[in-house]
Each structure stands twice: as structure tokens, then as C-alpha cells.
């Protein structure tokens, strides 16, 4: 409650902000150093890096990383209170309560509540900005709106006498057929490696009607817990790719772009990459997953940008996390593929005009703004320690794939350790 | 001129003690708190080392980091011995394929391990296919729990034993002549001869290959955290990978702490055990 006020009151009070000109030369001559991983954000935002610099006269130097080796990149940074990075990317629904309390984020509140008229700020999604609110610390402007998203080959579907799947019991009988119809395809892949694999996994512990943690007790192995777990199990196990278990969305892209998988859960994000080459843009209906028995509840994240709390240059940062969050530039990236977590971006003619133009694109970007309005971000525990409670809901996961355990042994197992992060969050 | 010795040696002592003695001494006033990087730390005495006992994760990843040794080191030094004596036999094309066999071992572990990552994925990969073709079955390579370690230890040695092959290279050039000269006007036959001379006069060498890589192997990380990060589930997570997981993913430093001390004592205690194995086996 106390997030969602602090957002309303910074969004009214930048309404109010003063509209005089903004002087964007004020820290000419400084040098900022921004520390980002390889998201097609950075990609798509640094190709006008030149024009950032020509306005403001500040240095921008790039740090780049895989996402993981960023994270540690940061955590070294950060811990030892260094003032070499003073922007970083980060996702606040994974590591967001972890680094508010070690206090590694600059509030961004202030800088909300000074940006011109013109940055309207009231329009960043409200959902995205209360996730990164902690305590009344903005740790975060999002970047973008992303979520796993079902990609299905339409046409091999048609051939084989196949609907897409309306309730998620009913995809292993769609994943059977297809498998008997389509011997050589895979029939249904997801991400399986154990770090990554509870991106996804939550929409079907979520949508089986499960919930991660009720009143300071862990229930993942709730019924619907251990249902959502044998079916995510079962469905990779027989239908999915070889190998899946060391699976995330490289593998899952190539796979789907390849034309060898016919029902793909992966991320929303990766739709320009799964789109390369056009192979893909006339036999391809996305879609949520299937509701089951807790009906749809899509998952919905946006990475954001930071500013580090032992920042010397913090005002500087803040110029360019303006520039790159501002309506003109998200509306431009938006034309390359990165959903808006503006709505006025959203709603402009051009980016209406790109999305009207390939039918895909308006399937595409329909189905994140229906997540985006029934979704949560909680992809493993609502915990400080929320990256290791991944870690055992991974391996509970690995061990039912693999056929190690039953989801039921499985999941006890993961419990245990689960349980213990919640009692030692407090 | 005892004192001037002294302080001649002093900065190379002090440097020694600074960089080796520092870290590890940090290290275990580490293992020694708790710190998770959202508080100070807090002295928790052995708890960490305590709780390293009751944890499945450190004895699977004692259990994988043995068995990753133990498999990886005897290939490498039969595959290396095997290669060197090759070597040595065909002096015509000595200098041609040492340069060739050496490449595994100078390219970057990224690379190998991307590159071995793509060879051996169980849909696109060219092994599985070659597999095929041949008539036997696909297998899922790194990403079986059975066949994970043997898979890392295969590409491992396919790196290493060059390496291996040139150290012992070495070592028989530098076999004395007239051991061979003797046996040869008693007769002796090639195979005896290996068995007999060649091998047991190689041992210091060979020695010292294997404490060379066990270092190396028993603090192996870079080619599993590019391939499996330890999959799947803990199946190929070394002590090393789970050490640097808990510290630089799940920040519970202190724990990794004690994780990676351990890890440091049996290294140390290894290599002691074979340095004295080297030296009873000095000729």
C-alpha cells in the first residue's frame, strides 16, 4: 500500500514539475559509466549514444556483461562501495528487496519529482513503478514490459488436427497428438535450465492456482503446487526437447525460429529474435498460456535502470536515465521491438502504424498488454532472498524432468530449504 | 651478512605473505560470519563449517569434484604419456604436430566450452549426428545427471593431455642413453623396455604433471560453469561452482566462505600428498 502511495505521490507532484526550459548542458564534461548485460534495451538505446553525448556533453562509458556475470560484476562493485559505476540495469522482481535493504540503490524519487513536464512521469506503468518501490525508495525506471508468452506453430497445429490448448490440462493431450502426428518436431519446449526455468514455471503455478508463500509458511507444495510441478515436469519431460534441462531462451528461440518446436512458452522480449529472418511471421499465433485451475495469472516484469547509491556523479546519471526513459525515446525503441511501459507510447499513430503493419505484431503486443493488466511479478518467493528460493524451485523442477523424484518427493525436498529462506526473511 | 640477507629476502617474503597469507586469512575471518551483504557481518564461529556437514550440496559436490578429478587426471596422463611417446618416436614430424597439439590448451575456456556446447547439443549438435550415422543411439550428453561428468572430463582431457604429452616429452629427452644402449645388447624387447625403463624413470615427470593439473582440476570451474553451471540439478556442481554460487548469486558469503576454505584444504592437502609421492618416486 505504502509503495503504490509513494508512487501516486511522486507521479502528482512531477505533474506539477516546473516547465522552464531544462538545461541539459549543466554537466558538460563529466563522465558517467553505465554497467548494462546484453537485453536488447542497451542494444536498441545505445545506438543513439551519440546523440545522448552531443546533448549533454557527458562522457557515457560502457560496462557489458552476460546478465549473470553482471549481477556478480555489480555485487563486487556495489559491496565494496566503489564509485566506478553509477547507472546499472537491474530487475527489481528478482533482486529488487536484496539490494534496497543492502541500500545499493539512489532514491529516485527526488529525481521523479524535479524532471521537466515534458519527461511525464505520471505515465510510467504504475504497476512496474510499484514493484520497484521499496519502503518509499524508487530503486528503478523501467525499461520495458515483458513476459512468457506461448508461441504456436498454427499451421503444423492445423495440419495435424490440433486447437491451441485452452486450459493447461488440455496441452498435454494437444502435446501427445502433436507428438504422434509430428514424430521429428518437438512438441512443446520451455525453459529448463534450473537458475532460469522459474521465469516460466510460475505462470503454471500461478494459473494451476498456487501461491508461493501464505501468511509466513511456504506452500509450494500446496496441491496445486505439486500439480503445476508434475505437469511442467511431465510436459518436458515427454514432449520437450533432448537435453532440456540445461534449456533457457537461447535454446528455446533457435528451436522455435528453426521451425523444429510447435508450442514454445518463452519470453515476450524474444519475439524480434524468434521473428529473424521472417520464417516464422505467417504460422505463428502468440498467446497467453492456457488458464487452469486458478484461471490466468501471466507473469509481468520490466527491467529497470538505476543509479547507484555510491554514485560521486548522481545528478549526471540521472541526465541520462532522463534521456533514455524519456516518451521520445521509448517510443522510439518501441518501433524496434521493446514494448512501452509508457501507455501514451503506446498509443501513438507511429507505433500504432508499426504494430498494424505485420498482424503478429499487434498479437504480439495485445497479448503483453493483457498480461501486463491481469500479471504479477512474482516469479519465485516475495523474498529477500528470492534468488535462491529460484534455485530450489529449479531443482524440484530438474528432479521431476529428469525423472528422479515424483513432484511430490521433489517438491518436499526443495521445501525444506524453502521454508528456511522464509523463516530467516522474517 | 646473515642481517643482509634477511633484508634482501624480506620484500619477496613480504610480498608472499601479503598476497597469499592476506586472502586466505580474509577468507577464514570469513568463513567465520555471517554476511549476507544486507547487514554487517555478524561472528558466528564454526556455524558455518557446522552446517557445511549437514548440507547434501557439499558432499554432492565433494562427491563430483573427486570424481571429476579423478576420472579427467587419469585420462589426461595416460592419453598424454601415450601422445609424448608417439612424439617422440616420430622425430620427422615432432615439431610439425607439437604445434598442432598444443592448440587445445591455449585457446580460451569460453571458447572451448561454447564450442563444445554446440558440438554436443542433443537436438542441433554435430556428435549426436555422427552418433546416427554410425547406428548408435543419440545421447543427452551434458544434460544427463549420468553422463555429465564423464562428458566435462572428456573435454577437459581432450585440452589437457597435450599439455600433459608435452611435459613428458620433455622428460624422455632428457632420459639418460645409455640405459637404453644397455638394454638393447641384452636384447630386451620394445614392450619391456617401456614397461621396464621407460616408464619408471618417467615417474618424477609424470609426478609432476599430475600435481600441475591437479591443482587445476581440483578447483575446475570454467568450462562447467559455461556448459552446465552445474547441471542438471547439482549433477556437475564442483565445490568451487557451489562456493561461487552462494557467494556471487545467493550472497551468503560467509557460508561460501567456509566452502571455498575447505575446498582450499583439500587442494593443499592433495597436492602436499603428491609432491611427497614425487618425491619417493626421484630418481
Known amino acids: 500500500m505504502l509503495r503504490f502511495a509513494t508512487v501516486a505521490i511522486v507521479i502528482a507532484l512531477s505533474a506539477q514539475a516546473h516547465a522552464a526550459e531544462f538545461d541539459w548542458r549543466k554537466h558538460e564534461g563529466e563522465t558517467i559509466t553505465l554497467l548494462k548485460s546484453n537485453h536488447p534495451w542497451p542494444k536498441a538505446v545505445l545506438a543513439y549514444q551519440d546523440e545522448f553525448e552531443k546533448l549533454t556533453g557527458i562522457k557515457l562509458k560502457l560496462d557489458t556483461y552476460q546478465e549473470q556475470q553482471m549481477r556478480q560484476r555489480l555485487v563486487t562493485v556495489l559491496n565494496s562501495r566503489s564509485n566506478e559505476i553509477d547507472i546499472y540495469m537491474s530487475l527489481p522482481s528478482r533482486e529488487g528487496p536484496q539490494f534496497a535493504k543492502a541500500g545499493w540503490y539512489a532514491d529516485l524519487a527526488p529525481y521523479l519529482k524535479s524532471a521537466p513536464a515534458e519527461y511525464e512521469a505520471g505515465d510510467l506503468s504504475k504497476a512496474l513503478m510499484g514493484a520497484a518501490t521499496f519502503d518509499g525508495l524508487v530503486s528503478t525506471i523501467p525499461l520495458n514490459i515483458e513476459g512468457p508468452v506461448m508461441y504456436y506453430r498454427t499451421d503444423v497445429m492445423k495440419e495435424c488436427g490440433v486447437d491451441v490448448p485452452d486450459s493447461l490440462e488440455a496441452m498435454v493431450d494437444a502435446a501427445k497428438a502433436l507428438k504422434e502426428c509430428k514424430p521429428d518436431m518437438v512438441p512443446f519446449s520451455s525453459r529448463g535450465l534450473k537458475p532460469a526455468m522459474p521465469y516460466t514455471y510460475s505462470v503454471f503455478f500461478h494459473n494451476m492456482g498456487g501461491q508461493y508463500v501464505t501468511s509466513g509458511k511456504s506452500t509450494f507444495c500446496s496441491d496445486a503446487g505439486v500439480k503445476a510441478l508434475s505437469l511442467y515436469g511431465d510436459l518436458l519431460r515427454d514432449y520437450g526437447p533432448p537435453g532440456v534441462v540445461n534449456n533457457s531462451y537461447t535454446q528455446i528461440t533457435a528451436l522455435y525460429r528453426a521451425g523444429r518446436s510447435i508450442m514454445s512458452f518463452g519470453s515476450s522480449n524474444e519475439f524480434g529474435p524468434v521473428m529473424e529472418g521472417g520464417a516464422r511471421l505467417n504460422d505463428t499465433k502468440i498467446d497467453l498460456l492456457p488458464p487452469g485451475a486458478g484461471g490466468s495469472r501471466p507473469t509481468v516484469i520490466g527491467w529497470g535502470i538505476a543509479i547507484s547509491a555510491f554514485s560521486d556523479k548522481k545528478d549526471a546519471a540521472w541526465y541520462f536515465v532522463q534521456w533514455a526513459t524519456s516518451p521520445e525515446m521509448q517510443a522510439r525503441l518501441a518501433l524496434k521491438g521493446l514494448a512501452p511501459p509508457r501507455s501514451n507510447v503506446a498509443s501513438t499513430p507511429e507505433y500504432k502504424a508499426w504494430l498494424e503493419e505485420v498482424p503478429l505484431r499487434k498479437e504480439w503486443f495485445d497479448t503483453i498488454k493483457r498480461a501486463a493488466a491481469t500479471g504479477n511479478s512474482n516469479i519465485g518467493f516475495p523474498i529477500v532472498a528470492n534468488p535462491q528460493s529460484r534455485e530450489y524451485i529449479g531443482q524440484a523442477a530438474n528432479e521431476t524432468m529428469l525423472g528422479e523424484k515424483s513432484a511430490a518427493d521433489a517438491c518436499k525436498a526443495a521445501d525444506v530449504e524453502l521454508q528456511r529462506l522464509v523463516d530467516a526473511d522474517g | ?283
Open chain 2, 1 to 283: 651478512m646473515r642481517r643482509g640477507f634477511l633484508l634482501l629476502c624480506a620484500p619477496a617474503v613480504l610480498f608472499t605473505l601479503v598476497m597469499i597469507a592476506f586472502p586466505f586469512g580474509y577468507g577464514f575471518w570469513m568463513s567465520l560470519q555471517k554476511f549476507d551483504f544486507t547487514g554487517a557481518p555478524q561472528f558466528i564461529g564454526s556455524a558455518n563449517y557446522l552446517r557445511l556437514m549437514d548440507d547434501p550440496r557439499f558432499w554432492t559436490g565433494m562427491r563430483v569434484t573427486i570424481l571429476l578429478y579423478v576420472i579427467s587426471l587419469v585420462s589426461q596422463l595416460i592419453i598424454g604419456t601415450y601422445l609424448a611417446v608417439l612424439l617422440h618416436s616420430s622425430k620427422g614430424l615432432r615439431n610439425l604436430v607439437r604445434t598442432v597439439i598444443i592448440s587445445p590448451f591455449i585457446m580460451p575456456p569460453v571458447v572451448v566450452g561454447m564450442t563444445w556446447l554446440v558440438l554436443l547439443d542433443p537436438s542441433i549438435g554435430a556428435a549426436n549426428y555422427v552418433l546416427t550415422k554410425v547406428g548408435l543411439p543419440p545421447s543427452e550428453w551434458l544434460a544427463s545427471p549420468q553422463w555429465v561428468v564423464p562428458t566435462i572430463a572428456m573435454i577437459d582431457t581432450w585440452q589437457w593431455s597435450p599439455y600433459i604429452a608435452l611435459i613428458v616429452l620433455g622428460g624422455l629427452q632428457s632420459l639418460p642413453v645409455s640405459v637404453y644402449e644397455a638394454a638393447q645388447i641384452d636384447g630386451a624387447p620394445r614392450r619391456a623396455v617401456f614397461w621396464r625403463i621407460t616408464l619408471p624413470l618417467l615417474m618424477p615427470t609424470i609426478a609432476t604433471a599430475a600435481i600441475l593439473r591437479s591443482v587445476d582440476l581440483l578447483r575446475f570451474f570454467d568450462i562447467i560453469y559455461i556448459t552446465t553451471q552445474g547441471g542438471p540439478g547439482n549433477a556437475s556442481a564442483t565445490l568451487n561452482i557451489y562456493g561461487f554460487r552462494m557467494g556471487f548469486e545467493f550472497f551468503e558469503f560467509g557460508y561460501a566462505s567456509a566452502l571455498v576454505i575447505t575446498l582450499s584444504t583439500v587442494v593443499l592437502g592433495s597436492v602436499l600428498a603428491l609432491t611427497r609421492l614425487r618425491n619417493a618416486v626421484t630418481w
